[in-house]
């Protein structure tokens, strides 16, 4: 029961003891040994724990709060389009949010890419692409190109289909082997970001194409940044070439934003970095500024028409949640407040605290390389963190940063300031340092 003294201890209790019997959550075991942190409001970059803590949040919530929490501007948006209608069959039916949001969509990315469609999260988005690909050869009467090239440490969701195109380690082929799809991998592009990409860099990826693209419909890869798979950095000069081969070899070529979308990188999406067009884009995480899950899939007048004005005609897709007036206009009101904003000077800055704050972390022993672009912030260490025993110490240290494998890395909501960005920078380094 409550006592007078600790108000909120003992709904904190129940919380966690019921989160454990019932409820199962990201990649975790269901014997529920490492408890989640009961969150009662988030505002600005903080989010509010049930015990009265307040911590920064160094996560934006997997990469999509990028205007944080809480947000008069989106939250009205929302409370707009309440007013209106939550929710519409988008079958025969079509409205206000999901047109205009279209249309901006279409306006900010490559000229080439005018059609979108919506989807409910990331994962869809790339079964859409997949299916779009495939669903164009087959139209184009070449349904012997049915595979797939994508990178190694690559990571496009957890869906089978988006599965199969993840690494095959990390993406648990392992586990699923004989009914995932069978596609192609090439190696991950070791050309760094401010490097030059040789033609030796991409050498597997052309002999992979030349050997096998009677049956490649498309390559797909996360430009400029391999998100979940690895955290790494590559050359945009990789993608002018990936570009040329894919023309080469008549092959698709798709770009997986859903993370680097939305000014993460330092540009609006991180193919511009190299000014190169795919034919299929995926967007999804901070579509939204976090507030609703929603992702879409766009494409260019040659997939769409040469799905469309052949075989089938139709494409053969349709989510039942399918462009939802709420996620269209929390997505509306996120890119339009995003490219009010002086948004590239907020990412130079936040890229410059970040670059300060982690400098640190190089002396540190275990840590293998300390990098930045636009908003993100990576520690690598040689091992893989224990989470049993480095949640705490960043709770107890005032920030969320939540960990994975051998990266502990951070991508805050552009709205944080340069002192809660050092705050951050500096619980990360004294965690690693106190963890030796
Ligand atoms: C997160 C992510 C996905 C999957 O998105 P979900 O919304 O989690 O399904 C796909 N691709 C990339 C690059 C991602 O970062």
């Not at 709205?415 to 809660?420: A, C, F, Q, R």
């Amino acid at each position: 029961m409550t006592s007078a003294t600790e108000p909120d201890t003992w709904d904190w209790k129940q919380l966690q003891d019921t989160d454990r019997k019932v409820i199962w959550h990201p990649y975790s075991s269901a014997s529920g040994n490492l408890d989640a942190y009961p969150v009662v409001s988030a505002s600005g970059v903080r989010l509010k724990l049930a015990d009265g803590r307040e911590l920064i949040d160094g996560m934006a919530s997997w990469w999509c709060a990028i205007h944080g929490y809480n947000h008069p501007v989106m939250n009205r948006a929302l409370e707009e389009q309440l007013g209106q209608m939550s929710h519409v069959m988008f079958g025969g039916l079509t409205h206000p949010p999901a047109v205009k949001l279209a249309s901006i969509l279409v306006d900010l990315t490559p000229a080439s890419l005018n059609r979108v469609f919506f989807s409910d999260s990331g994962s869809v988005a790339v079964e859409v692409a997949m299916k779009m690909a495939l669903q164009y050869w087959h139209a184009q009467d070449k349904p012997q190109k049915q595979k797939l090239v994508a990178l190694r440490q690559g990571y496009h969701g957890d869906t089978f289909g988006a599965m199969s195109l993840c690494d095959p380690v990390t993406g648990m082929h392992h586990l699923f082997g004989d009914v995932l799809p069978k596609h192609y991998f090439a190696p991950a592009p070791e050309c760094a970001f401010d490097e030059p990409c040789s033609d030796a860099d991409i050498k597997a990826m052309a002999d992979l194409l030349e050997a096998h693209h009677q049956e490649i419909a498309a390559v797909i890869v996360e430009p400029i940044v391999q998100g979940a798979g690895g955290m790494r950095f590559y050359s945009p000069e990789y993608l002018v070439k990936l570009r040329a081969l894919c023309d080469a070899f008549d092959t698709l070529l798709i770009f997986d934003e859903i993370a680097t979308g939305f000014g993460r990188t330092g540009k609006l999406f991180a193919m511009e970095h190299a000014a190169v067009e795919p034919d299929i884009l995926c967007l999804g995480k901070s579509l939204t500024g976090g507030y609703m899950t929603l992702a879409a899939t766009m494409c260019n007048s040659r997939v769409a028409d040469g799905i469309s004005n052949k075989g089938v005609g139709a494409f053969m897709h349709g989510p039942t949640f399918m462009g939802n007036p709420l996620a269209c206009s929390a997505a509306l009101a996120s890119t339009e407040l995003l490219i009010s904003l002086p948004w590239q000077r907020t990412v130079q800055r936040i890229n410059a605290a970040l670059k300060l704050g982690l400098e640190p972390a190089r002396e540190l022993p275990g840590v293998v390389e300390v990098r930045t672009l636009g908003a993100i912030g990576v520690i690598e260490l040689e091992q893989a963190v224990d989470m049993r025993k480095i949640q705490p110490m960043f709770v107890e240290r005032g920030v969320w940063i939540r960990p994975f494998g051998k990266l502990v890395y951070t991508m805050p909501p552009f709205i944080m300031n340069d002192e809660d960005i050092a705050t951050l920078c500096a619980a990360m380094v004294d965690v690693l340092a106190t963890l030796g």
